[in-house]
């Protein structure tokens, strides 16, 4: 579905982002796995790895989202490398949870540079790219960025922000057949959601319809689907992938 396609996709050394990654390669596509510093580079190179033993196109590229010159780097590095780019998925992203009263302003500012400003800079030097030959931008938000959840005001303002930017980008280019679509994902087992207790857990799990967290392949079957010509006609979508929890 992906074939002869370029794709970076942010935060890919681990979790839902690495899925992603395996799942486009597989798909046909050439992929570009980011990672923000040194303490990633092994898992980063390790992803690489597997692409390429199966005989795909791949490379590891260090750079902090937040960092407006690195995520005009990425792009660059990936134009240079592969001709082009097609897909960029902004996947990256961290969590610092605290009540508001109790929330310090470097634990605001910290999830709001990763989660929203992250985005703008890839999203900003992707689109450059993709100007003349149109492309997919597919956005990593969150159902608490639709609903909200307690102790995550930072978290949940920066994937409700990620949906406002994404409805915008995808009417500013949309004549220049950028789509650009949101992801909503659930709870899904990463080490995201690893350090939550079994008890928080299962009570989860009452409350989603479908009585069990997702898994990481779940966020990438969809994020494929938008990135492929069976979403040639959707853009500016939002998609829960959620068991039915915020409906
Ligand atoms: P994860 O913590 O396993 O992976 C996040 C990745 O982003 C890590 O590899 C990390 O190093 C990378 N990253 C962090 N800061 C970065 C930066 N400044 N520059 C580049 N990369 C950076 O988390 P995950 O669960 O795989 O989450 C992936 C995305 O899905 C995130 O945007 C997250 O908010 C979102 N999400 C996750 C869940 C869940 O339940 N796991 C639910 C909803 C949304």
Redesign the pocket.
Known sequence: MLKNQVAII??????????IALMYYKQGAKIVV????D??KE?AESVVETIRSEGGEAMAVC?????FK?AEELIKTTVSTYGKIDILV??????KDMLLTRMTEAEFDAVI???LK?VFNCTKFAVKAMLKTGGKIIN?????GLSGNVGQCN?SAS?AGIIGFTKTIAKEYGSRNIRVNA???????????KVLKESVKEEMNKQIPLKR??N?EE?AKVATFLASDLASYVTGEVIRVDGGMAM
């Open positions: 942010t935060g890919s050394a681990r979790g839902i982002g690495k899925e980011n990672y923000p510093g303490f990633e898992a750079a902090d989202v937040t960092n690195e902004n996947n990256a992203g961290i969590t540079n990763v989660n992250g990593i938000s969150s159902i608490v978290y994937k992801i909503a994902p659930g709870f899904i087992q990463t080490d995201m959601t967290l997702g990481p966020i």
